[in-house]
């Protein structure tokens, strides 16, 4: 399967993970097409913006048809798409890692600001719409948990912007960088792994 090919499931599976975050609320048909749009391409669009280029549905509609058709198997089949959830989180860390890595190259291409910026915009496309459909949706966001979401994320693309100061333009290094950030994903998911005590802060009364 193709980078392409696992962008697009990926995309489906954030438009399907917003509709299931409000299906036991109730929602319309058309709020539900929206909130998965919003939640599969919310990332990648800020990226885009920030970066002064077209957003990337704009060259490729591909994406938005993709998270449309999904939205729509999500709100008739619901009960379906519950059954898999476990699935569906590690589908949507692939699609985290994959889009990650992919917006790392993409602010590399575009010279953007500072050796930093290739890493802040990896982590907001590749979180960005989930945020978007848990603000919409009225729920607690992950950035708020204590859930492992963001971070393997960000030590993943850490990690291949390190490598390419060593190896530049390694396909085995993108890959190895993908693998480590699902694979960090998979563990938090299959084992609950949460973040340390002195990592999270919590006031007390």
């Known amino acids: 399967m193709s980078e392409y090919t696992i962008g697009l499931v990926a995309t489906a599976v954030f438009a399907i993970t917003g509709v299931l975050a409000v299906s036991e609320k109730g929602i319309d048909i058309f709020g539900a097409v929206v909130l998965a749009i919003v939640t599969a391409v919310g990332g990648g669009t800020v990226r885009d913006l920030i970066l002064g280029v077209n957003?990337?549905?704009a060259?490729?509609?591909?994406?938005i048809w993709v998270a449309l058709v999904a939205a729509l198997l999500a709100f008739w089949l619901p009960s379906f798409f519950t059954k898999t959830q476990q699935l569906l989180l590690y589908l949507d860390g692939l699609g985290c890692a994959l889009f990650a890595i992919q917006a790392a190259n993409k602010v590399i291409a575009q010279k953007f600001g500072l050796p930093i910026m290739p890493v802040m915009l990896a982590v907001i496309t590749a979180i960005g719409g989930?945020?978007?459909r848990d603000v919409?949706?009225?729920?607690?966001?992950l950035l708020m948990t204590?859930?492992?979401?963001a971070t393997p994320i960000l030590l993943g693309t850490?990690?291949?912007m390190l490598?390419?100061?060593m190896i530049p333009e390694s396909k085995i290094i993108e890959l190895l960088s993908i693998a480590i950030i699902f694979l960090l994903r998979s563990a938090a998911i299959k084992w609950s792994l949460e973040m340390p005590d002195y990592l999270f802060l919590k006031t007390h009364d």
Do not use: E, K, S
């Open 163 to 165: 490598m390419l100061g």
């Open 130 to 132: 989930g945020l978007f």
């Open 146 to 149: 204590r859930q492992l979401y």
């Open 158 to 160: 850490i990690f291949y």
């Open 55 to 57: 957003v990337f549905y």
């Open 59 to 63: 060259d490729d509609p591909t994406y």
């Open 136 to 141: 919409l949706a009225g729920r607690t966001n």
